[in-house]
């Protein structure tokens, strides 16, 4: 992703951190703070505080024991080129 990216939606979007790309599992969001964002010069780093629920405590427990090494995320491209 191009540097400034990112800027946009980090200054004016509720981001919301789901798992699994389920939007009925929230994990955290940027309205309340539970769901930090910042870009820099590698790309875009979050924080993110885990609720006290089922899926949080599955989360929770996944990634301690290295079962989800990873993430993904969501986004629309505004302009896009294509070629074949």
């Not at 191009?2 to 200054?11: E, M, R």
């Not at 509720?14 to 769901?35: E, M």
């Not at 790309?43 to 993430?71: C, Q, W």
């Amino acid at each position: 992703f191009q540097k400034g990216a990112f800027a946009d939606s980090l200054h004016h979007d509720d981001i919301r951190a789901l798992w699994s790309h389920d939007t009925s599992k929230v994990l955290g969001r940027t309205k309340n703070n539970t769901l930090r964002l910042e870009e820099d010069d590698k790309g875009l780093r979050f924080e993110l505080d885990l609720p006290r629920t089922t899926v949080g405590n599955d989360t929770y427990e996944s990634v301690k024991r290295g079962d989800i090494a990873g993430v993904s995320f969501g986004f629309r491209a505004i302009q896009q080129e294509w070629e074949n």
